[in-house]
């Protein structure tokens, strides 16, 4: 009754347009609850999915194949994002410009550079921070319906190194390839035994030489169909339960399945493997003196403050002694401004990057985070062989993001199924 009730809605809608005036629109091609899909977008969509198949050497499907992929996959995005626009999830332009920030600093380009490579690829700026925007809202999404629930305990942690083994006794990681053949959760016994079916079929073209990749964009349900199915590299930690048994005895070009889950049937191809080195990581004994900015004390005033006390201690004053009594870090303040040994990432950027600068008992100049201004000294550096902490946060946050994983296939696949969609295309 719902679905017949939005069809006239939207006929009433068509037929209120008026024949001249709707020829002048462009064409829908889909219906997603209260929104449309246009064949303008659709088709920039598949020229963006084309260039990006293209570039990574992958055998381009038939056009309905690419066609209706692409499609299913700006369903499942038009559902996140107004669930998000319900839910009140926005972004700042400050956090979108700073995300673009982060991405050019990463591929080593300043921000001018970024934008040259993305305009000399055919998107435009605006188009590239509009789908940066989308990532991000979805992003957001996913950890308000689905992280925010997803807990870790410290005795899965032990359970899994007890049954796997230690993260650093794999020294191993898995490039995997990975195709769903989905089921809806109340598939009928016949639904699930064509699954079945196709999924045996795949396999068997799949170990006789047909191309994984090709496949995976033409035939899997996934949210990596249209990066031919890479899963990227991952430790035996990141890969999905259902998987792990299988994937510790692949060789490079196995392909193994079907597996049977709740949301279908999976078949995975070892693309690679490779090993992994120990981890070692530098601690640092610091202390520092914190003047605050407020009404009263501007930038300039903290850095005068901090210069003199720099002075002082160059003539002989004590660190301690002053960082007790100058110290707007009360925390610190107490114990002559020590915050005792640090490892990396646990002070903000701008410090850390000044401490690395620094030789032991060697003092900064006044450097400025977001918390005010500071004065730094190094008190000793250690090298430390931080395997086992190491291990148990990768362990930690690889069942986190494996279940992570599992609900959100999961959720995605209800959003689908539940959300009224029609699809105006006769090529699909």
């Known amino acids: 009754m719902q679905k017949i009730i939005k069809s006239l809605r939207w006929m009433l809608i068509f037929l209120a347009m008026g024949q001249g005036y709707a020829e002048t629109l462009d064409r829908i091609v889909a219906i997603v609850e209260d929104d449309v899909i246009l064949a303008r977008d659709l088709a920039r969509e598949e020229a963006v999915i084309k260039q990006r198949i293209a570039a990574s050497n992958s055998q381009m499907p038939p056009d309905y194949v690419l066609r209706k992929q692409v499609l299913e996959k700006m369903i499942i995005d038009k559902l996140q994002r107004q669930l998000a626009e319900r839910a009140g999830v926005t972004v700042s332009e400050e956090m979108l410009n700073g995300s673009a920030e982060d991405i050019a600093q990463r591929n080593r380009m300043t921000m001018e550079q970024f934008r040259a490579e993305i305009e000399s690829q055919g998107i435009t700026y605006k188009a590239f921070l509009e789908n940066l925007r989308n990532e991000i809202i979805v992003n957001q999404l996913r950890a308000r319906e689905i992280g925010a629930r997803v807990k870790v305990t410290d005795r899965e942690i032990d359970h899994y190194i007890e049954t796997q083994g230690k993260i650093g006794d794999q020294a191993i990681q898995y490039h995997l390839g990975h195709i769903l053949l989905a089921v809806k959760e109340n598939a009928s016994a016949s639904d699930v035994q064509k699954a079945q079916s196709k999924a045996n079929e795949l396999f068997e073209k799949l170990n006789a030489g047909q191309d994984f990749s090709e496949t995976a964009i033409s035939q899997s349900n996934d949210a990596n169909a249209l990066k031919g199915g890479d ?9 999905p339960s259902l998987f792990t048994d299988v994937v510790k005895d692949m060789k490079r070009g196995d392909v193994a399945g079907p597996i049977r889950s709740p949301s279908g049937f999976h078949i995975v191809k ?8 120990d981890h070692i990581i530098t601690k640092t004994k610091v202390r520092h003196i914190l003047i605050k900015t407020n009404e009263l004390v501007d930038d300039n005033e903290a850095r005068k403050r901090l210069l003199a006390l720099r002075a002082r201690i160059d003539d002989g004053d004590d660190f301690a002694v002053l960082a007790r009594s100058h110290s707007d870090d009360k925390g610190s303040a107490i114990k002559g401004g020590l915050l005792d040994w640090v490892s990396p990432g646990d002070l903000v950027k701008p410090f850390e990057e000044a401490m690395a600068k620094l030789g032991v008992n060697q003092i900064s100049e006044p450097v400025q985070t977001q918390f005010g201004w500071h004065l730094i000294q190094v008190l000793d550096r250690e090298n430390k062989d931080n395997s086992t902490e ?6 930690r946050d690889a069942i986190r993001k ?3 994983e599992e609900e959100t296939e999961l959720w995605m696949r209800r959003l689908r199924d539940e959300a009224y969609v029609e699809i105006y295309d006769d090529r699909l």
């Open 270 to 277: 070892m693309l690679d493997v490779k090993g992994v080195d």
């Open 231 to 239: 899963l990227g590299w991952r430790t035996i930690a990141d890969i």
């Open 390 to 395: 190491y291990q148990r946060n990768l362990v």
């Open 402 to 404: 494996r279940k992570i």
